[in-house]
Each structure stands twice: as C-alpha cells, then as structure tokens.
C-alpha cells in the first residue's frame, strides 16, 4: 500500500494517517540486522497529555483493569467516559477528514486501526475560584504543580485557566510544520468563520490544526453513586485540548484474520468484536467517534 499511502498523505495535507518518515535498517556486529521505522509523534506538544485513549469502535475487551491504570496508561473505548464539545465548524473538518481517511483504509483492505486521542485538561473560567490552590498554604515547594499532575490521593489536579479561541496570528504562532505535518490554520464558527489560534492563559499562544492544539469542552455525566441528587442531571465539565490522529494502519484483512473473526463470533456478538471486515470497520469506528463528539443542536 506504500505508493497509495504516499498519494494519499500528499493529497491530502491535514489527514490524521500516523506519518510514515522512513524505513531503517542497521547491522549490528556480528551481522545481525534490525529494521525500525520512524513515525510522527501524535503527542509532541509543550502541553502535558493527561489522559490517552487508543479508541477502535467495539467494546470486546476494550476496557482496562482499574488495578493497572497509572498515570501514563493509555486507556480504551469503554474507559472513555467523556462526551467533547466542539466548536461547529472544527466538529465538521475533523469528521469530513475521518471519513476521506477511513474510506482509503477501507480500500486497502486495513482493520485493526485505532483513533490516538490525547487529553490536555484545562478548567474553564466558572470554576476558576473553586479550583484555586489554597493561599493558607505558605511552602510553594509543598504546593502541588498545576500542569496537570496526579495528586498526592490519586486525583487529577485541573490547572485553573480555561481556553480562549481568538484570531489567527500569524506572527505570533510558529508556522513551521513541526513533527505533526498538519496543513492550513483551521477557521471556527464561533470565531465569524475566520482563522483562529488557541489562546491560553498563563501558557502561550498555539496555532489550530487538524488534530493538533484543538479546543473542547468534555462533559461527564456523574452516576447516582457520584452525586447526593437523583431529581438533576450532573456533569462534570473541563476544557480540554485535543490531540489526535489515526494509528496502526498496517493490519490488513488478510486470511489470518478471517479465520480469527469467525472464531471469535462463535463466542461473542459478531458486531461487537475488534476483528470484523474493512467497510464494517471503518463505519462502527465513525459512529463510534460521532458519539463521542455529539453535533451540536
């Protein structure tokens, strides 16, 4: 699939397809040979990722054990209790290039790939006042770092600033391409349809792309076990910057896998398992996400 990909990845400037940058190979002493490959870092930001979720669309096995959940774990489809509000117009670029490259993975015959989602937690303004660190405290060395760490019991600690979309600067934000190789600047409905950077406070000014510094809003609904009411609905509500794109697309629906999808449908509901053909596939995966990034009324 390389000479497809290559069209693919150069036609299409802001797909979110993992780049491929080389193929290597080295031959240590004594002749032994090890090939490796170089890929675009999904992640490479200044901004802490506190959460990853490595999200495929189907809910066999896709959960981790509470017990194994660390600060760097990458978490799965069922671990995913967020629901992301986005700005109209970001919601329509990311799932118009979704579908373009779902629709070429689906041509290639590729199952098995997975949306890379990394989560930049920030408070919005509301909550400022409540997530204050306290001014009793007089050792700054024993205060808690705000970017974003694991706290002392295992709680998130949420820096108290929130997100601000403003128009695109061009001298105030780096142009060159960087590691993600994202195209154009992206243009938000809530900003008159123009060019806009993610402003935020306290940290730096960063230029919106494709999968890269995109702002939302992520809802978690709270249990009856969370809260004292059951006549309300309660939400648990951050601002989040995102970061995103498609990786392990290297699985083909091969022989292998045919075998493997109609053993383990003998075991579990066909639908629902990670091993299904490439255009099932590539739709469960998009609905999946639209869930997960509801349309705005």
């Not at 600067?169 to 123009?194: C, N, Q, W, Y």
């Not at 510094?213 to 809802?219: D, E, F, H, R, S």
């Not at 939400?235 to 022989?255: A, H, K, P, S, T």
């Amino acid at each position: 699939m390389l000479h497809e990909y290559y069209i693919h990845v150069k036609k299409h400037e802001n797909t979110l397809i993992t780049k491929f940058f080389g193929l290597h190979r080295i031959t240590l002493r004594g002749g032994r040979k090890v090939r490796f490959v170089v890929m675009g870092n999904m992640f490479c930001t200044e901004l802490r990722i506190h959460r990853s979720y490595d999200l495929k669309g189907s809910t066999v096995g896709r959960c981790t054990d509470k017990d194994k959940i660390k600060e760097n774990t990458t978490l799965k489809d069922l671990d995913l209790s967020f629901e992301f509000q986005m700005d109209k117009l970001l919601r329509e670029y990311l799932f118009k290039q979704i579908s373009i490259d779902c629709e070429f993975l689906e041509s290639q015959q590729i199952i098995d790939y997975s949306l890379l989602l990394g989560l930049h937690f920030r408070a919005p303004e509301h909550l400022k006042a409540l997530l204050e660190l306290p001014t009793t405290a007089t050792n700054s060395d024993s205060l808690p770092r705000t970017d974003g760490i694991i706290g002392s019991q295992g709680e998130l600690i949420i820096p108290p600033k929130g997100l601000l979309l403003v128009t695109h600067e061009p001298s105030f934000v780096s142009t060159a391409p960087g590691p993600h190789i994202r195209g154009s600047t992206l243009r938000a409905f809530s900003v008159g349809d123009k060019e806009v950077d993610l402003l935020i406070p306290g940290t730096g000014r960063f230029k919106v792309q494709l999968g890269v510094n995109m702002p939302a809003q992520a809802n978690h609904k709270l249990l009856d076990n969370e809260c004292d009411s059951n006549e309300v609905e309660l939400f648990e509500v951050y601002d989040v910057v995102l970061y995103m794109g498609i990786i392990d697309i290297l699985q083909e629906y091969n022989v292998k896998k045919k075998i493997e999808h109609a053993f383990k449908s003998l075991q579990f509901d066909p639908q629902l398992i990670s091993v299904v053909e490439p255009k099932f596939y590539a739709s469960r995966f998009i609905n999946f996400l639209k869930k997960k990034f509801p349309e705005q009324p």
